[in-house]
């Protein structure tokens, strides 16, 4: 079965940057639209940001102008560009299709 992995995250401080990617665990994600989701301790999960097969974008108030949403043409790989993080943006990011969810990958920042 084709799973999917996030990959990017990491420690960064306030105001800096990570991109951080999902892919397949192997060939083409194969998605019509895909989400990425976060979860910080003791929270449930939000929702960050989504782009469909076509292009088309969609972002939560909260991370809209600061991050992007993308994916390569050859459709294997989906990116989120965070720019000018903040400590509440500090959760584990997980990528779905709405079929699959992958293990996350953790970002945090600090003040």
């Known amino acids: 079965q084709v799973q999917l992995v996030e990959s990017g995250g990491g420690l960064v401080e306030a105001g800096g940057s990570l991109r951080l990617s999902c892919a397949a665990s192997?060939?083409?994600?194969?998605?019509?639209?895909m989400g990425w989701y976060r979860q910080a301790p003791g929270k449930l999960r939000e929702y960050v940001a989504s782009i469909t097969a076509g292009g088309s974008t969609d972002y939560a108030d909260s991370v809209r102008g600061r991050f992007s949403v993308s994916r390569d043409k050859g459709m294997t790989t989906v990116f989120l560009k965070m720019n000018s993080l903040k400590p509440e943006d500090t959760g584990v990011y997980y990528c779905?299709?709405?079929?699959?969810r992958g293990q996350g990958t953790q970002v945090t920042v600090s003040s």
């Open positions: 192997r060939g083409l994600l194969n998605f019509k639209r």
């Open positions: 779905d299709d709405g079929g699959r």
